[in-house]
């Protein structure tokens, strides 16, 4: 769109209106905000069956028979099928095929699906489960996830032999990855007493993060249709259709174009829609029946539907010199990933090479292990890996900005990374970031007033406990904490990721209209917005269609790692540059312009082809008549590269992104209780597509780093989730959630797209540390777990007499 | 969930006798709670009888003073009741700190009372559980213990009440008027609810068939001044780890009477007798409510888990009695 005309286009009335960074409404928005939206669980066909799932009562436990006959006696009951009715392959998965599709042999997790039914009614379907006998032989669970990366003698949860081993990723025994770091002295096989030598000051500290649910509020849900070429058209709410479609059909024993996926409505996703669910079971009962079968998992189901975030146990040593430089960094990271990889290996890839974070440190030694335990399986989750390490490394940051006397901040700026600097796995972080800028300008931000100096009474909802259970203000501390998180943004480690986009202009009814066909799942983050956006920018066309998607148009990979707005952004761009490139060459043909007059002094606008020189050549709808113009692209990122399974070098990430958080937090030290006063952050997104989607990414994001902070955990004993509801399961209410100031800086990225970063996911990494911070600054207490709760802050007391 | 008749009462007495008369029938109020229990699998009944539309649903004042509260009577409506919210503030704080507001728009006093343990292990029924199924096992012991008893426990039950409104009953000497078959009763809101013991399954002393019809609170003019606070994890919708529900009488600079109750940490809204002795007489300085505080807490028995609930147990006491004690001195 460059223009190098200083002349106003002459006859061009109006500009394009609702581009690329305009706020223009979603095209979904007002059916979701009035309830008419039709989500995934609200599919209906008048011939479904309802589909149900059998899954296991115990962590760990062989299988020794299924008897089913007693559920296929049940009338209104029409399929009652086991492993032994997998067509094709038995097991799936996203990294690791080592899922079954239906448990043989072994039950790793509770909850793990046993067997399916289908039947007339969900009731019937359920009360059918309760006639299928399952005869197990309970086995110890393996639920300590440091014993399973660590002690040889662990007991296995994958029998020996039984899958093939991903030696890139030193996979053995119940370790699905470990990756070891090493660079400076380390890498030349220095000990750690010999670099803790070459500092003045050390810290150690060890921490947890708990395990977090996605909480999305659309339980898992889909409806399977038989076609009548044996094959089978599934509507399903997921994160990436094409990464089901190539997991369901070798286990239906179908090729893949006969097995087709269109997006049903998402009901939110956060990465626990990544892995299937019951894709292969509807599709599974629908082939067997003849007919549509829908699932819908209730709550308490879901929780046992879908993986979960890794809980972590971390190990940290951090050696500073006196005036704060950094000399030395150590980290051992445990990832619990539960019975089966998922996400997993991605995840430690993450984990290890963002494990110190955003500072520049000559020697660093890292082992990040993700392992097989019997514990419900975990995947991915938004800022997957980085959240975690997040979390150690700037309590470590902390920790050791209070054994040097520093401030947190100066601390932080002395070791920042920025534009150049090389992040742990050698790396050079080629494109704006700066860091230090980034803390200046959150820690000049102004603080919210002092409880004290407000009139009094103030408001009690603001006061920590919320309404019913408040101080009036006294025995009240404030604590202020800081946060900075280094996200990896779209996908690593050497996978060629890609995106596709049909772009087509035609004129419709006198008017050009433009239709954007892609496979990527709108999951609530808005990219069905910012995908007319920029067909409006390109097309200078306002007139724009988002067709439904589904795998009929390439794969469009997977909306998580902050990636749609930079992938499928790029591939409509890209169409769209194609379909402008032939409207230029129409233009051309039709003799509107010399020969050999350059593109670049062409542009579309108000729907009119218009010539930085002349002005207004034509509209487009004088220009197609009734021809059409069809182009469909791939966009693909700059190749990334393997970590190598020893030192863990590799340029293994396309985009980092970057947010700075200051957290401002009331603590009543006596009942334990934490008021978030104020949460501010600042974040670098390189281009801003969409200012309040982007506002609402930002927020969203630090109110789900909030929560990991203070009160989401899914509580796991003995393998059994026992908070699987939402009424035991505590997300923040909006009560709980503060003001927010966001500074959003643009210095653009020169290999993405309009120069934009993923923005989704490096809130949810700094606001958590933030949040713990300043309460460790209200409270003095060391705080190592998260969420923090009020026993972690009031303490206990030592036993009388 | 399994079928079930549902079948709406005309009059208490009709309803009383239906129940009554088939041990497989339940009451139905607000269903709040009953009807997640119903799809959780915890109660399997054959008929529900609703008994919404014949339950009294107002605050009247009694010629001795004292105030009744219809058990129909919704949670969010007693909560904004003026008579309440100046004579009885505790109750009203409590009513609001508890559950959502639309659960509150549904819940009724009855229920409320007669809401069932959110133990985890006796809401899954998978696990033993001695409230549950009697006789098979506790399964909290040595699991996830955050929200269970440290006082009044026994070794075969340590679920705790969840209810907040009947902390505040408790702390206000109400009486609890009972319709059964051989006619109405009244029970001391202390003595409604029973410690477990060896038989955990027994939440009250209700018999099956008895209807609350009626909550009364006796004229108590301190209670103007009372307070109730609550520990949770967040700012609305979750359950306490600890609450407090008090009143305190001061005059002279001495505390001339107490009422005192605590949620959270007992099998049923524990009112704390020994704190209202030890205060009872009492100048409040920081160690007279301390020492009354761990005079009620020095039998509490924590658990693997909740260890830290004596200890929050006390200092939301203190807190709540000092905020007590401060505002009357301001007054």
């Not at chain 1, 296991?56 to 049940?74: M, Y």
């Not at chain 1, 392959?89 to 080592?98: I, P, Q, S, T, V």
């Not at chain 1, 990219?527 to 007139?543: D, M």
Request: proline share 7%; glycine share 10%; with cysteine.
């Amino acid at each position: 769109m460059a223009s190098t005309s200083t002349r106003a286009p002459v006859g061009l009335s109006s500009v394009t209106r609702d581009g690329i960074g305009a706020s223009p409404r979603r095209p979904d928005g007002t059916l979701k905000v009035t309830g008419e939206f039709a989500y995934s669980s609200d599919m209906w066909m008048e011939d479904m069956l309802w589909g149900a799932t059998l899954r296991s009562p115990h962590p760990h436990a062989e299988i020794l028979g299924i008897d089913v006959s007693g559920a296929l006696r049940l009338p209104g009951v029409y399929a009652v099928l086991t492993h032994e009715d997998v067509p094709g392959e038995k097991r799936y998965g996203l990294e690791y095929r080592d899922q079954p599709v239906l448990a043989f042999g072994k039950v790793r997790y509770k909850g793990e699906p046993v067997a399916i039914v289908a039947a007339d009614h969900p009731e019937t379907a359920r009360r059918a489960l309760e006639r299928i006998k399952v005869d197990y032989r309970v086995l110890e669970p393996v639920s300590d996830a440091r014993r399973a990366a660590l002690d040889p003698d662990c007991p296995l949860v994958h029998e020996e032999g039984s899958l093939p081993l991903h030696e890139e990723h030193n996979q053995r025994g119940n370790r699905v990855r470990y990756q070891p770091i090493r660079t400076g002295a380390f890498a030349d096989g220095a000990s750690v007493e010999e670099v803790r030598a070459l500092a003045d000051v050390v810290v150690t500290g060890e921490y947890e993060v708990g395990m977090q649910d996605q909480a999305f509020l659309g339980p898992e849900s889909g409806l399977a249709v038989p076609a009548e070429d044996g094959g089978v058209d599934l509507y399903i709410a997921t994160q990436w259709l094409h990464v089901d479609q190539r997991q369901i059909a070798p286990c239906l024993g179908l090729p893949a174009d006969k097995v087709r996926l269109t997006l049903a409505g998402v009901g939110g996703a956060f990465g626990a829609r990544e892995d299937l669910s019951m894709q292969i079971h509807a599709c599974m009962l629908a082939l067997h029946t003849g007919k549509p079968v829908k699932f819908v998992y209730n709550r308490e189901e879901s929780f046992f539907g879908h993986v979960h975030r890794h809980p972590a146990t971390m190990r940290y040593e951090h050696g500073a010199k006196r005036d704060g430089t950094l000399v030395y960094a150590t980290m051992e990271i445990v990832l619990d990933g539960g019975a089966y990889a998922s996400a997993t290996p991605a995840v430690v890839g993450v984990a290890s090479s963002l494990g110190i974070g955003p500072y520049e440190v000559p020697h660093v030694s890292v082992d990040a292990y993700g392992v097989y335990t019997t514990n419900p399986p975990c995947g991915a989750m938004r800022g997957f890996g980085a959240v975690q390490a997040c979390f150690g490394y700037e309590s470590q940051m902390d920790r050791l900005a209070a054994e040097l006397g520093m401030d947190p901040v100066d601390l932080r700026i002395k070791n920042a990374v920025s534009q150049g600097s090389r992040i742990i796995t050698g790396q050079e972080i080629d494109m704006p970031m700066p860091m230090a800028e980034m803390l200046r300008r959150a820690r000049e931000m102004p603080l919210p007033p002092d409880r004290s100096s407000l009139p009094a009474p103030s408001d009690p909802r603001t006061l920590p406990g919320g309404v019913a259970n408040t101080s009036h203000g006294e025995g009240i501390v404030r604590g202020i904490g800081y946060g900075v998180g280094l996200k990896n943004l779209c996908f690593s480690e050497g996978f060629d990721d890609y995106s596709t986009a049909r772009v087509r202009l035609e004129v419709v009814g006198g008017e050009p209209a433009v239709t954007v066909h892609t496979a990527a799942a709108e999951v609530g983050q808005g990219l069905v917005t910012v995908k007319g956006q920029i067909a409006r920018t390109e097309l200078g066309v306002e007139r724009v269609t988002i067709l439904p998607s589904d795998t009929r148009v390439g794969s469009a990979g997977s909306s998580s790692a902050s990636r749609q707005s930079y992938m499928t952004g790029g591939a409509v761009k890209t169409a769209c540059e194609a379909v402008r490139e032939r409207v230029f060459a129409l233009v051309r043909e039709r003799g509107l312009v010399e020969d050999g007059h350059p593109d670049a002094l062409l542009s579309l606008s108000g729907g009119k082809v218009v010539s930085a020189a002349e002005g207004v050549l034509i509209s487009l709808a004088d220009l197609l008549g009734g021809e059409a113009i069809e182009e469909t692209r791939e966009y693909h990122h700059r190749p990334t590269q393997m970590l190598d399974p020893s030192r863990g070098q590799g340029s293994s990430h396309t985009q980092f992104g970057m947010c700075v958080h200051r957290a401002v937090v009331d603590v009543d030290v006596e009942l334990g209780l934490v008021k978030v006063v104020a949460l501010d952050a600042v974040q670098d997104v390189g281009k801003v597509m969409h200012p309040q989607q982007l506002a609402g990414q930002i927020q969203g994001a630090s109110a789900q780093g909030l929560g990991l902070a203070l009160m989401e955990e899914i509580q796991v004993h003995d393998g059994v989730i026992r908070n699987p509801s939402f009424t035991d399961y505590l997300i923040p209410t909006i009560l709980d959630t503060p003001p927010m100031r966001i500074d959003v800086l643009e210095h653009p990225d020169p290999h993405a797209p309009y120069g934009l970063r993923g923005a989704g996911e490096p809130p949810t990494l700094s606001s958590t540390p933030a949040i713990v911070a300043a309460v460790r600054n209200a409270t003095g207490r060391p705080l190592t777990h998260a969420p923090v709760r009020p026993e972690d802050i009031v303490g206990i007391d030592p036993p009388q007499g | 969930m399994n079928p079930f008749d549902y079948r709406r009462a005309e009059d208490a007495a009709g309803a009383v006798a239906t129940v009554a008369a088939d041990p497989r029938a339940m009451f139905l109020g607000g269903g709040t709670n009953l009807v997640d229990h119903l799809k959780l699998g915890i109660v399997d009944p054959d008929l529900l009888v609703d008994v919404t539309r014949l339950l009294p649903d107002g605050v009247e004042p009694l010629p001795d003073g004292g105030v009744r509260i219809g058990a129909g009577m919704r949670n969010s409506d007693l909560a904004a009741d003026p008579l309440i919210r100046r004579r009885y503030p505790v109750l009203s704080q409590a009513l609001l700190s508890g559950a959502s507001g639309q659960l509150r728009n549904a819940a009724t006093t009855g229920g409320n009372l007669l809401q069932r343990t959110r133990c985890v292990y006796f809401q899954d029924v998978t696990m033993a559980c001695n409230k549950r199924r009697p006789g098979s096992g506790c399964s909290a012991f040595g699991g996830y213990t955050r929200y269970h008893a440290i006082l009044g426990a026994s070794e075969h039950c340590i679920a705790t009440h969840p209810s907040d409104m009947a902390v505040a009953l408790s702390a206000l000497d109400a009486t609890v008027v009972v319709q059964g078959t051989d006619g109405e009763r009244r029970v001391a809101m202390t003595e409604l609810h029973r410690l477990p013991g060896d038989a955990p399954e027994r939440d009250t002393v209700l018999r099956h068939g008895d209807l609350i019809t009626a909550v009364e609170l006796p004229d108590l003019p301190f209670a103007a001044r009372s307070r109730y606070r609550k520990v949770r994890d967040r700012a609305s919708y979750a359950f306490a780890l600890v609450s407090v529900a008090a009143a305190v009488d001061l005059s002279d600079g001495v505390i001339r009477e107490a009422r005192i109750a605590l949620g959270g940490v007992a099998h049923k809204p524990w009112r704390a007798t020994r704190a209202e002795a030890e205060l009872r007489g009492a100048r409040p300085t920081e160690e007279t409510l301390r020492a009354a505080a761990e005079a009620e807490l020095a039998e509490a028995r924590p658990v693997e888990g909740n260890e830290f609930k004596p200890t929050l147990a006390r200092n939301t006491l203190v807190a709540t009695l000092r905020d007590l004690v401060e505002e009357e001195r301001t007054r």
